[in-house]
């Protein structure tokens, strides 16, 4: 019998109704239409298109522009029982026949490409034979000059449009202004206008701004405060290792990472750090797209981007799952000054043309006032973020550092390093306090099931968040299931999680057993 896509978002991810606007998105291309959709990071966008994936017949071809991004979705699909399998760079040319017959085959239902991909003569030949159902375009601002990440090999994905002109296509982002939203459906050859924008407001998120020139010693002072996942962004590749090793001998455990890096020790750098064994990355904006890390507790800007929309991405980072999180960016004067000497500099991209990279320049010099106007804003920082990308905000949001009233340029004196008046020490201490879910044996029931999710992860080599997101873990404290169909009322619980990790929990949650015991022997 055929599965309604209730029962997919049921079974597979265990949520018993869409977030706002994922089935209205799902429901459009379920008719056929060209879609665009502008979600936040964190807003649920790959379940508008794996839904309908898994519920049409044939395989969805997903675009996306990183190897890192492919793998980070196929593995989460993978741990979910779904067939899927990617196609980049990286693979040899056996590798890349072997993956496309079996989609040919019907081995897989999900198919992730690079763009450079689209337009070889293996694809082009075998893309004829594909049962294709769905055409998804994710981080679609890329295909977009007036985008602040414009990837010429983006524009390939008009002539496979052409190829395969019946099917509709998806295009996902969490970054569009409304000019770039226009372009975006330009140039993937949409039929007629049809945007779903959902609000870019993230209110779990803080957004802090700090001016001070001693940035590393203010980076320590963060980091040391509270415990918690972060990432740290800089500049330049050599920064990466200079920051983490200062971090690392602060007691600080820190990775770093850049394009730059062997793949291997990429690989095992991103593994160590979203498994939780080493708790800061400090890295280039050659990480984190696409990395579901949902406990991500702070992202730390150590230099000012050169644009909202790439500030606005990385930040968003933070707080997937919902949780507090902080979004804070340590500005100086000599970041607009690098930021200048960037992008004047020279053609980055050689496949521009000089018109092209003229007119992409200019934009650049634009994106990097509006930036600088954030990062010396007198006012609420949500709202600028909010009306930069066309959205309504009211003047106060209450919860960054304009509206908090926190001094922008801080006192590096002996016990202010962060600048941390009286105010907000006690809104912070707030919003920790609030964010403990429980007391007495609930709250040891509670630490019970997030010590059997770290044993459930080192077990099966996942990260924590990939075994159940800490929201399930509340949710199992309060319904507390003794059977496996009360188990599966759980937020988050579908049929793969049930049948791979519900024996665990249940023995914890119903025979009140040591999470140390359930795992011994391997």
């Not at 989460?76 to 890349?96: F, P």
């Not at 105010?423 to 403990?436: D, P, T, V, W």
Request: charged letters at 30%.
């Amino acid at each position: 019998m055929e599965q309604s896509i209730h029962e997919i978002l049921k079974r597979y991810w265990g949520y018993d109704s869409f977030r706002p606007l994922q089935e209205d998105i799902i429901q459009s291309v379920l008719k056929g239409i060209d879609t665009l959709a502008l979600m936040p990071t964190g807003g649920g966008k790959s379940i508008t298109y794996q839904v309908p994936g898994l519920y049409m017949d044939g395989i969805c071809i997903v675009v996306t522009p990183l190897i890192a991004l492919m793998k980070d979705q196929v593995d989460t699909l993978r741990a979910l029982d779904i067939k899927a399998s990617y196609i980049h760079s990286g693979m040899s040319r056996r590798e890349m026949l072997t993956t496309l017959d079996n989609c040919i085959f019907g081995k897989y239902k999900f198919l992730y490409v690079s763009p450079e991909r689209l337009s070889t003569q293996l694809f082009q030949e075998k893309l004829k034979d594909l049962p294709v159902s769905l055409l998804v375009v994710d981080e679609a601002h890329c295909i977009s000059q007036w985008g602040y990440d414009f990837r010429p090999d983006y524009l390939k994905i008009a002539e496979l449009r052409q190829t395969i002109p019946q099917i509709p296509v998806l295009a996902v982002t969490a970054t569009a202004t409304p000019e770039v939203a226009k372009d975006i459906q330009t140039k993937l050859l949409f039929k007629a206008e049809n945007v779903f924008r959902k609000s870019f407001r993230r209110p779990n998120l803080r957004y802090v701004v700090r001016y001070n020139e001693d940035k590393l010693q203010q980076l320590i002072y963060i980091l040391s405060r509270v415990p918690g996942s972060a990432i740290v962004y800089v500049r330049s590749r050599k920064r990466t290792k200079e920051v983490a090793e200062v971090l690392y001998r602060a007691g600080i455990s820190a990775q770093y990472y850049h394009a730059g890096i062997d793949p291997e020790d990429k690989e095992r750098r991103q593994q160590e750090w979203k498994e939780g064994h080493s708790r800061v990355m400090v890295a280039t904006n050659a990480f984190g797209m696409g990395i579901d890390k949902s406990d991500v507790r702070y992202v730390i800007h150590y230099n000012m981007p050169k644009n909202m929309e790439g500030y606005y991405q990385e930040a968003g980072r933070a707080g997937r799952d919902g949780d507090p999180a902080e979004c804070i960016l340590l500005y100086s004067g000599k970041d607009v000054v690098t930021n200048q000497y960037l992008i004047e500099r020279g053609q980055d991209n050689q496949e521009m043309d000089m018109e092209t990279w003229r007119l992409v320049r200019d934009r650049d010099q634009e994106r990097l006032k509006q930036m600088t106007f954030y990062a010396t804003s007198k006012r609420c920082l949500r709202a600028f973020l909010l009306r930069y990308f066309g959205e309504d905000a009211p003047d106060d949001c209450g919860s960054c550092s304009v509206c908090e009233e926190l001094p922008f340029e801080v006192d590096t004196g002996r016990g202010r390093l962060y600048g941390v008046p009286a105010k907000e020490a006690r809104q912070e201490r707030k919003r920790r306090q609030e964010s403990i879910p429980f007391t007495g044996w609930e709250a040891a029931q509670y630490e019970n099931l997030r010590t059997l999710r770290a044993l459930l992860a080192a077990h099966f080599h996942l990260p924590v968040y990939m075994i159940f997101s800490d929201a399930s873990l509340r949710d199992m404290v309060q319904k507390r299931p003794k059977t496996e169909d009360e188990f599966l009322e759980v937020s988050g619980v579908g049929q793969a999680k049930l049948e791979r990790y519900g024996s665990y929990f249940l023995a914890v949650l119903r025979d009140g057993k040591e999470p140390n015991s359930l795992l011994q022997g391997g």
